[in-house]
């Protein structure tokens, strides 16, 4: 059984730039979320999605959005990159009628430069 | 609100000997705690859960923690340590809405041979 996949798992933008993060939620899960980590940092939350809706959003702003397709996977899509964007971006699925599993991908590490 | 403090930022120990990393939390209501780890340049996985049931939770790889609410903690431990132990270790809640996990800055271990 697939855990959770997300793709690419390096990058490197421009400043400037827009980019996209895809996830693949486990298998039976139909909810993602998105997390920040900076180095050194713990995981910070950027929004979950549920029914291919904005269910909840951290405290990020509207450069960071998302979306859910019919077979729950996501994207993250960040635009007009800042420097300070570089962080490992993290997927977390989870079954939404079931609050305590959240299975996380190994995540994608963005740089910005 | 909720919030979690981990008492240390790193806790070094030889292998074969016990681990402690401590855990209090802050809540206006009952929580649900998770301890994650995270090795280097990994993603996170789940080490145990605790929701209300049992306060003592097993976990995998020998992991266990103990929930007390008189003390407000909820302390992770290990009879033995095992170098592959060596981690960075997140002592978790949930979020009242049941929709984010909020993470501090985590505990780094580090197991000596």
């Known amino acids: 059984d697939a855990g959770v996949t997300q793709s690419p798992t390096h990058l490197i933008k421009t400043r400037g730039q827009q980019v996209t993060l895809r996830c693949s939620p486990k298998s039976g899960h139909d909810t993602v979320s998105w997390y920040q980590q900076a180095l050194g940092q713990g995981p910070q939350f950027i929004f979950q999605y549920y029914e291919e809706e904005e269910r909840q959003r951290g405290n990020f702003p509207d450069r960071f959005s998302g979306h859910q397709f019919p077979n729950y996977s996501s994207e993250l899509n960040v635009n007009a990159l800042l420097l300070g964007d570089s962080a490992l971006y993290l997927c977390?699925?989870?079954?939404?009628?079931?609050?305590?599993?959240?299975?996380f991908g190994s995540g994608t590490r963005l740089t910005v430069v | 609100a909720q919030s979690v403090t981990q008492l240390d930022s790193h806790v070094s120990v030889s292998e074969g000997t016990p681990v402690l990393l401590r855990c209090n939390y802050s809540s206006s209501y009952s929580p649900s705690l998770f301890w994650y780890v995270q090795h280097p340049n990994k993603g996170l996985q789940l080490l145990l859960k605790?929701?209300?049931?049992?306060?003592l939770v097993k976990g995998i790889n020998g992991f266990e923690a103990e929930f007390k609410k008189s003390e407000t903690s909820f302390h992770l431990t290990k009879p033995s340590a095992h170098m592959s132990d060596a981690a960075e270790y997140f002592c978790v809640p949930l979020n009242q809405a049941g929709t984010a996990l909020i993470f501090g800055k985590g505990t780094t271990l580090s197991v000596s041979s």
């Open positions: 605790y929701t209300s049931a049992a306060t």
């Open positions: 977390a699925s989870s079954l939404l009628s079931s609050a305590y599993g959240y299975t």
